[in-house]
């Protein structure tokens, strides 16, 4: 009975680059959301998506920031042209709609 | 969209005295509040929850009481242990949707 999975648990890119993040949610669980956490701070919402559609992207800056959540395979978080106010910890969460969220064990995206 | 203030930032206990975290939010829509513990480095835990319907919920030492005409809900801590020691969030939301987070209280059991 896995829990929610993220991958990599740690990556570290450097400016400019591209940095992919993967989360697969709790067996049943349609409903991924990703959050943000800078050192020592709040967790911050940036995005929620079912199966093939964005809910709500508007914690998710306009820019180099995109998600998707295929019909087949984990929700993919993807920042673009990394900057060195990217590096925080991304934790995506799952749930079945109508229930608590469980979170992932997050990843830890450093940018040189 | 929904504001959640989370007071204190830090919070000092000796062991066995009880715990007090007290969360405002500003959506009146908002009908779930859970909250959360992590630990240094790990993931977010669910420790409790509270949905509009209900105005306390107790779960062995940890309990939760919600005022919805104030708009604020309060985490208690009893008997406080030291592996008690974390950050707690607490987070408002309506159900289903995102969770929008206090900004955490870092909580210290001195033995």
């Known amino acids: 009975n896995a829990g929610v999975m993220q991958n990599p648990r740690h990556l570290v890119r450097r400016r400019g680059q591209e940095a992919r993040l993967r989360c697969s949610p709790m067996?049943?669980?349609?409903?991924v959301y990703w959050y943000r956490q800078l050192p020592e701070e709040g967790l911050k919402f940036m995005v929620y998506l079912q199966k093939e559609n964005i809910i709500d992207e508007s914690g998710m800056p306009k820019e180099r920031f995109s998600a998707e959540f295929p019909k087949e395979g984990p929700s993919i978080l993807r920042i673009q042209q990394v900057v060195r106010g990217d590096s925080a910890a991304y934790f995506c969460?799952?749930?079945?709609?109508?229930?608590?969220?469980?979170f992932g064990p997050g990843t830890r995206l450093t940018v040189l | 969209g929904e504001n959640v203030e989370q007071h204190p930032s830090t919070l000092s206990v000796q062991e066995g005295d009880s715990a007090v975290i007290k969360c405002t939010y500003s959506d009146s829509a908002s009908n779930y509040f859970p909250w959360y513990k992590q630990e240094l480095g790990k993931r977010p835990q669910l420790i409790i929850d509270i949905r509009s319907n209900v105005g306390e919920k107790k779960d062995q030492r940890i309990a939760v009481t919600l005022n919805k005409t104030a708009k604020h809900f309060s985490l208690h801590i009893t008997e406080t242990q030291p592996e008690d020691s974390a950050v707690y969030f607490c987070?408002?939301?309506?159900?289903?949707?995102?969770?929008?987070f206090g900004t955490g209280t870092s909580l210290t059991v001195i033995p």
């Open positions: 067996k049943g669980h349609s409903h």
């Open positions: 969460a799952s749930s079945a709609g109508y229930s608590e969220q469980f």
């Open positions: 987070a408002a939301s309506r159900v289903g949707n995102q969770f929008y």
